[in-house]
């Protein structure tokens, strides 16, 4: 569907990643080995925490509807900033049409989401789907996707105190009223959520087939594998990225995120813990 990457760490130019790795994100725009498209060309999304914001800080983005190969201001952008956390996102469009309110990361206040993956059967489970979402969250819902439908059904049901129990709450609503109109397997995606100082990056689906998801290792690790690799002195200690798939084919340096796990990730490093699953 689509092809995300999220990056946490000293501040760093988000070009970095997003444009001049061997597979950055927007060459995964252009060919996405793991994807089930291989070209994701129908808009996309860059949010960013600013550098000196501090905890709470309200998120920026910038959206739009040209392929991320083709938009000159994506580079500039990308360039002309550092950031701590930030979040990219390159859309292929799978029903809802090609508009910036549908380009990914969505925001609320300090928290931005963003989503590979789909509700299945969601013109038959959007009314129900809408109609849960908190009446003071609802006139934020701008756009016409289902992806930002979960995010403020998540919001509804907890994210902000609880990232973990709000989105599996909201993920139990979609599949119990998915099922309730005979919908197998209503959930699949990858997920991302971060209110500024933690990522949260969930990988979870209804038939246990979900999209691919990495985060990188230790960045010392990495080091220690690949003394003279001129490209890490770029990555503070505390670096780490999560993406759809690995952005170069270095052995060791990705990590795959197990089904029904999320990946948490700060500033002491990362852990994995079960996601709507019996170990959970």
Known sequence: ???????????????????????????????????????????????????????????????????????????????????????????????????????????????????????????????????????????????????EVLFHLALTLGLQSDPIAGLGAAIGLVESVGRDHGIPFPMQGTVAVSDGSTLWAFRYSSEGRSRSLFHSVDVDTVRQMYPDAARLKLFGDHAHVVVSEPLNDLPGIFREVPESTVAVIDHDGYHHRPFLSADA
């Open 1 to 147: 569907m689509c092809r995300w990457l999220a990056y946490i760490g000293e501040p760093l130019q988000p070009s970095t990643v997003i444009l001049d790795a061997q597979h950055s994100l927007v060459a995964q725009s252009l060919n996405s080995p793991l994807g089930n498209e291989t070209v994701n060309g129908d808009g996309f999304g860059f949010g960013w925490y600013p550098e000196d914001g501090g905890p709470g800080a309200t998120p920026a983005f910038f959206h739009s509807i040209e392929p991320a190969w083709n938009d000159r201001n994506l580079r500039e952008l990308t360039q002309a900033i550092r950031s701590p956390l930030f979040f990219s996102h390159v859309r292929a469009a799978a029903g809802p049409p090609i508009q910036q309110t549908n380009c990914h990361p969505f925001r609320h206040e300090n928290w931005l989401f963003m989503h590979n993956g789909f509700l299945a059967g969601f013109a038959e489970v959007k009314r129900d789907l809408t109609w849960a979402v908190d009446p003071s969250l609802y006139p934020h819902l701008q756009g016409t996707t289902d992806s």
